[in-house]
């Protein structure tokens, strides 16, 4: 994720020591690159959804993400708590929006680069064993991504405590891990604002497409580390 450091510097003198002490650090996200071409995706997300949803979607809430976490840091050094408890839904929402197309963009691959090639190793014998077989995974996802009302996305996860994968959908923009200790492993973005432009309103058939992008390989390495 990519983030940088803007130092607020907040000078405390000492008067007994004559030392100036400072810093109160206040960390700003920045729009991390793609791994791959806008138009690299085609034709299951066209290029132009993919730019859009890339310089405009996901920079808007790093945009209003990095404002309340500025706002949050006034309020905090002013010691206004109504401010603070105000701020959390945009934090919640932005941020979420962040932390959601940042995996977003690392579950998808281009064809060519290995995108739809179903998972190996240790994830691909976890999802035979709780899921039946690949397919019965993906037609469960599918048909919950469809079902989600309104905006949303649907997940693969791993429950950090039974160690079972779970399928889970979450509304608006709040992230895999508010529903509990389970860690994303491929997250779908069922927002309209990931497939109108191509499918218009039938999301069933972007959640058809959308496997022959989906970046097995990556969902595999989260899958093993967390299981490490
Ligand atoms: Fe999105």
Not at 72 to 82: N, P, R, V, Y
């Amino acid at each position: 994720m990519a983030l940088r450091s803007l130092v607020s510097r907040k000078t405390l003198g000492l008067a007994s020591s004559g030392l100036k002490l400072q810093f109160r650090g206040l960390q700003t996200f920045s729009l991390p690159d793609l791994p791959y071409d806008y138009g690299a995706l085609e034709p299951a997300i066209s290029g132009e959804i993919m730019q859009l949803h890339h310089q405009k979607h996901h920079q808007t809430y790093i945009t209003n993400y990095n404002k309340a976490l500025e706002q949050l840091h006034h309020a905090m050094e002013k010691g206004d708590s109504s401010a603070v408890v105000k701020l959390q839904s945009a934090i919640k929402f932005n941020g979420g929006g962040h932390v959601n197309h940042s995996i977003f963009w690392k579950n998808l691959a281009p064809a060519r680069e290995g995108g739809g090639e179903p998972p190996h190793g240790n994830l691909g014998w976890a999802i035979d064993e709780d899921f039946g077989s690949l397919e019965s995974l993906i037609q469960k996802m599918s048909a919950e991504g469809a079902a989600v009302q309104g905006s949303g996305w649907v997940w693969l996860g791993l429950d950090k405590e039974s160690k079972k994968l779970v399928i889970e959908t979450t509304a608006n923009q709040d992230p895999l891990v508010t529903l509990g200790p389970l860690v994303p492993l491929l997250g779908i973005d069922v927002w309209e604002h990931a497939y109108y432009l191509q499918y218009k309103n039938v999301r069933p058939d972007y959640l058809k497409n959308i496997w022959k992008v989906v970046n097995w390989k990556y969902a595999g390495e989260v899958y093993d580390k967390e299981r490490a």
